[in-house]
């Protein structure tokens, strides 16, 4: 593919010398290789999109550009020169500057104070700040980037769109020529793209060069000027988009082999029904969803991060409050906090388990009971001995290597953690388990142990709802599975349609 | 089972756990103490002062008791003292118009634990820090009870009443009795029942504890009622000690409540502590206060001397508390 798809130098690269290079940048994290033999060119003027899956190395990539990470092994050179970049500071005097997905304005201060933070003219009086140069400074910029607003607004009663105005016109203030863009269209509405593809127009004429990581198709095909795709870790290919079709970018995306597998015994026909939603929507910005989970399956929860998988889970178990819609399980409707959902067995296994699911200072038996104890001692007394017969049995039965119930739980390993908390719902006799990230930060062992224990589960007649970024995974152990997008289902794959390309696909956005 | 980390599987420290250890050393401090203060007085040994030492600890502790699950669930009740105050001049006025002490009692516990119960709204369904809740109850109760009482002092209750402060059972101070009915019931309660068990897991990590099926609402209105009732009950107990009531008798109850709560190990951060641990915390605390009155110390270096206890219990936790 790669010579099939051999760049034709664009006209500036015959001319011109990238603005910016990287060669064989590595960065490794203890257990991941975030990024492997890295290299990638930006030219003056250029937008280059960046595509990949979640955790494809994207922001790896970023954070090594914008020297928020250094990198363990690689290059840069800056206009042909060799440089170096090991600190925020290092790429600001290069022109570099990013603008966040979160952004970094501070909420209570106006446009101009923002924008010229720590670099305040100063005024007449020692200590003081000259006020006026600011406002006139920042009206200039702000008129400049086409951006019309009185720059004495405070900066938190701007909207999404206009915040980021105010962080690109930061960037420019600074010099910046090499502007790294993540999602800048994920929370925009239509209008406000157009302002901000307006404005990246302008930019490009005046030769600044942009780095702009997408999600969505449309916008990679009519904004692009190069797409640099990126694959655990590694570069997959630069392309232009007239070289190439949404459906082959797709497939560097996701292309790889896998060897790996899960136990799983698919069961040869579905049991009843357990969970059905019904249209359900949420002020956490998921809508109209609609959702069958049956004993013996495990139903795939997938799309890209901040599609509304996890504001799903949270929804189902009653941890968001839901504002239309019905959640039926096992046949009675739910509705409530979750106090309500676990009495009636469902169990969530948050993404977050040191902050959401573990009280880490208290003990592994604590922890493991915490969910049971109505179910254990329906009189209300607590018996510290009989807890810990529980715990036991738990630790044996999941094989957490610990060396007594009475160890502290936030001194366990990630797999280890991860067993206490599927422990907890196992005790508490869940039926429905809605897992979230289910493997994220646990090693290759454990991963399949963890696996093997859902399996088990299902195959005695509980169920699972899984979330995972991990499509190897769902694609392995799923039965089927629902992809979102922005908030909504949209799609379902049964188990003969359950490829990557598929789930990439339907999650990525067409519009 | 490649998953194993080698700080998982080394030994545990030591053979007892970390709340007896301190627990340990918090009772070490309770005899150091009596026995430099039986050596540099006589008088303190003799029973009259022993006995005396336990009626003002149980007047602390009962206070602190409640408390006590309020700072386990990281929360605070700067309203204790106010309460008590309300309460016993509630109390006191049904006293003096019905003639029955009965009614009395249990007025003044509904007094206390209705706004405990409020402080528990606050907390729960309008979000208000605990701190800032309370502390802002701490001055309405204030202004209603100086409006309600307006300069006034109530006194002379029936000679049957005054016994629960100041009568003697089997050569026992009654409220002795009390102090030991209720260190049973809270430490009960807090070791032995779900709900105890739930507090706990509230106070460690109140995010889990709600996704981990806990009603972690209706568990704070409890504790916030609960530390209200107590403090009823302390009212009650207060005006059959002292036969009077008057606005400003809560003034000087809330932060000695707090001292005891924290000398006796419970983390302000919430889910570490004991009611046992708090009793110790007020008895360490009466003893000083005692012994510098038998040493005829001066009553003003009293709040310095508790101050220091304070930060030192705190942070001798705090060393001796592995953090993870």
Redesign the interface.
């Known amino acids: 593919m790669s010579t099939a798809l051999q760049m034709a130098p664009a006209p500036n690269e015959v001319t011109a010398t990238p603005l910016l290079e990287l060669r064989g940048i590595s960065k490794e994290f203890p257990g991941v290789k975030a990024l492997d033999d890295v290299s990638f060119a930006l030219y003056p003027g250029e937008v280059h999109m960046l595509l990949g899956e979640n955790g494809a190395g994207k922001s790896s990539l970023m954070k090594v550009l914008c020297g928020a990470y250094k990198a363990d092994a690689g290059e840069f050179f800056h206009k042909g020169e060799k440089v170096t970049i090991t600190s925020t500071a290092d790429a600001q005097k290069l022109g570099i500057a990013v603008i966040f997905q979160e952004f970094s304005l501070v909420p209570y201060l106006d446009i101009a104070q923002n924008i010229f933070l720590g670099r305040e003219p100063k005024g007449r009086i020692p200590g003081t700040i000259d006020r006026r140069k600011i406002l006139a400074d920042a009206k200039r910029l702000l008129d400049m980037i086409g951006f019309d607003i009185d720059p004495s607004v405070i900066v938190n009663t701007l909207g999404v769109a206009q915040q980021q105005m105010v962080e690109i016109a930061k960037a420019i203030s600074q010099n910046a020529r090499i502007l790294v863009m993540d999602e800048p269209t994920a929370a925009l509405s239509d209008r406000e793209t157009e302002l901000l593809f307006a404005l990246i127009a302008r930019l490009k004429a005046d030769g600044v060069s942009i780095v702009y990581i997408s999600h969505r198709m449309a916008e990679v095909f009519s904004l692009g000027d190069r797409i640099t795709v990126l694959r655990d870790g590694r570069r997959i290919d630069g392309v232009r988009p007239a070289d190439v079709t949404p459906d082959q970018l797709v497939r560097m995306m996701v292309g790889r082999t896998v060897d790996m597998t899960y136990p799983r015994n698919f069961a040869d026909k579905p049991g009843e029904l357990l969970l059905q939603v019904k249209g359900l929507t949420s002020s956490s910005g998921i809508s109209d969803i609609n959702i069958e989970v049956r004993r013996g399956e495990i139903v795939g929860l997938c799309g890209l991060v901040g599609s509304g998988r996890s504001e799903v889970a949270r929804a189902i178990?009653g941890?968001d409050p839901t504002t239309s819609g019905e959640i039926i399980f096992d046949g009675k409707p739910i509705s409530g906090?979750?106090?309500v959902?676990?009495?009636r067995g469902i169990a969530?296994i948050?993404e977050s388990r040191k902050?959401?699911?573990?009280?880490?200072?208290?003990s592994v038996g604590?922890n493991l009971?915490?969910?049971a104890?109505?179910k254990l001692?329906p009189s209300?007394?607590?018996?510290?001995r009989s807890g810990q017969r529980t715990a036991d049995g738990l630790i044996r039965q999941l094989?957490i290597?610990?060396?007594?119930a009475?160890?502290?739980v936030?001194?366990?390993?990630?797999?280890?953690q991860q067993k206490v908390v599927i422990g907890?719902w196992l005790a508490?006799g869940a039926k429905l388990f809605i897992f979230d990230e289910p493997t994220r930060g646990?090693?290759?062992?454990?991963k399949s142990?963890i696996f093997a224990l859902i399996d088990r589960l299902v195959a005695e007649g509980a169920a699972a709802l899984m979330i995972s970024s991990e499509q190897v995974e769902i694609c392995h152990v799923c039965d089927r599975a629902y992809v979102m997008r922005e908030g909504r289902v949209a799609g379902h794959l049964a188990r003969n349609e359950l490829t990557e390309e598929n789930i990439v696909r339907l999650g990525m956005h067409h519009a | 089972m490649t998953d194993i980390t080698k700080d998982a599987l080394s030994p545990p420290r030591s053979f007892l756990s970390q709340d007896a250890i301190q627990l340990f050393y918090r009772l070490l401090a309770v005899f150091l103490i009596c026995a430099a203060l039986a050596m540099l007085n006589d008088s303190f040994l003799s029973l009259g002062n022993i006995l005396n030492v336990l009626r003002q600890a149980s007047l602390t502790f009962f206070i602190a008791s409640g408390l006590t699950l309020v700072v386990l669930t990281a929360g605070l009740d700067l309203s204790v003292g106010a309460n008590v105050a309300l309460s016993a001049c509630v109390a006191g006025t049904v006293i003096h118009t019905t003639g029955s002490p009965t009614l009395g009692i249990l007025t003044g516990l509904a007094c206390g634990g209705i706004v405990g119960l409020l402080n528990g709204v606050m907390v729960t369904a309008l979000r208000i820090p605990s701190f800032i809740a309370t502390y802002g109850m701490l001055w309405v109760l204030n202004g209603l009870t100086y409006w309600y009482m307006a300069g006034e002092t109530l006194h002379g209750f029936p000679a049957g009443f005054r016994q629960i402060g100041s009568g003697y059972l089997f050569g026992l101070p009654i409220p002795v009795y009390l102090l030991l009915v209720f260190l049973g019931i809270g430490t009960l309660f807090a070791q032995r029942t779900i709900w105890g068990q739930e507090i706990y897991a509230i106070g460690a990590n109140p995010v889990a504890a709600r996704l981990s099926g806990i009603p972690v609402a209706r568990r704070l209105l409890l504790v916030y009622a609960v530390s209200g009732t107590m403090a009823g009950l302390a009212s009650i107990i207060f005006l059959s000690r002292l036969n009077s009531a008057e606005a400003d008798i809560g003034e000087s109850l809330t932060l000695p409540a707090i001292a005891a709560v924290l000398i006796g190990g419970t983390s302000l951060f919430g889910g570490v502590g004991t009611v046992f641990g708090t009793f110790i915390g007020a008895l360490i605390l009466t003893l000083v206060l005692n012994g510098m009155n038998l040493l005829s110390v001066s009553a003003n270096w009293q709040p310095l001397v508790t101050g220091i206890i304070v930060i030192l219990a705190v942070w001798l936790d705090m060393k001796t508390r592995r953090r993870t």
């Not at chain 1, 209300?380 to 510290?384: A, S």
């Not at chain 1, 290597?401 to 007594?404: D, L, N, V, Y």
């Not at chain 1, 936030?410 to 280890?416: T, V």
């Open positions: 178990f941890a906090e979750p106090d959902a676990a009495r969530l948050p902050s959401e699911g573990l009280a880490l200072l208290r604590d009971v915490v969910s104890l109505r001692f209300g007394l607590f018996d510290p094989r290597a610990t060396p007594s009475r160890q502290t936030g001194l366990l390993s990630g797999g280890n907890k508490a646990i090693d290759v062992g454990a142990e």
